[in-house]
């Protein structure tokens, strides 16, 4: 099983370019996730899909957009870059939605950079 | 106030002595309690979870919840160079009917030979 793929790994934008984060589980999970993590700050949850069809902002979700494509696929848009938008991205995994003891699994993360 | 907060470290140890690492969280209505383990450049991997008061043991490592305080630890007993590594709490936190898995900013191990 591939589990949580991510793409791509890393990319460099300019400011104002738009990109799209990539993301797909194969194990069936209901809920899904998009992290960025920041040096010191640990992962910051940016939005989430609880199920098929819902979407819910995190704690920082200025600057983003998100899609919930199908079951396996969750995607994070970059509209109108910016440098505050350099970090490290993580796409996450849960099975049940709802469920107070699901653990994540993660994909490997993308390493964006905005010049 | 963060909802999940653990002290950034880093915490040094030396080979095979008892590592010590804890966290904090807000919500008493908190129900799951995690700790991720990051290598640098790397994503998290789970180690340990634990729901309930106590404490859980899995190998070298123990998680002790303690809800009353609202404290979540994880102990490593012998410690190698390995561990060395950034340690991420994660507790999931009740939101409009679901749960938000939130995290602290992590601790940073450094297991010196």
């Given at each position: 099983n591939a589990g949580v793929t991510q793409t791509p790994k890393f990319q460099v934008l300019k400011t104002g370019q738009s990109m799209t984060l990539q993301c797909a589980q194969d194990m069936n999970h209901n809920s899904m996730y998009w992290y960025r993590q920041d040096p010191g700050m640990g992962l910051r949850l940016i939005y989430y899909s609880a199920s098929e069809g819902t979407t819910d902002k995190g704690e920082v979700p200025n600057g983003y957009n998100v899609s919930r494509l199908n079951k396996r696929e969750f995607s994070l848009r970059l509209e109108s870059a910016a440098p505050s938008q350099t970090s490290v991205y993580f796409c996450a995994s849960s099975?049940?939605?709802?469920?107070?003891?699901e653990k994540l699994f993660f994909g490997s993360g993308t390493q964006l950079s905005v010049l | 106030q963060k909802e999940v907060e653990q002290n950034s470290g880093p915490l040094s140890v030396p080979e095979g002595a008892i590592a010590s690492l804890n966290c904090t969280y807000s919500d008493r209505g908190s129900q799951s309690f995690f700790w991720y383990r990051q290598y640098s450049g790397k994503s998290p991997e789970l180690i340990m979870f634990i729901y309930s008061n106590g404490d859980k043991e899995d190998g070298r490592f123990t998680a002790q919840l303690n809800k009353a305080s609202q404290y979540v630890s994880l102990l490593i007993r012998?410690?190698?160079?390995?561990?060395?590594a950034t340690y991420l709490c994660a507790v999931n936190i009740p939101s409009g009917g679901s749960y938000i898995p939130t995290f602290g900013r992590g601790t940073s191990l450094i297991v010196h030979p």
């Open positions: 099975r049940r939605r709802g469920q107070g003891n | 012998d410690s190698q160079p390995s561990d060395s």
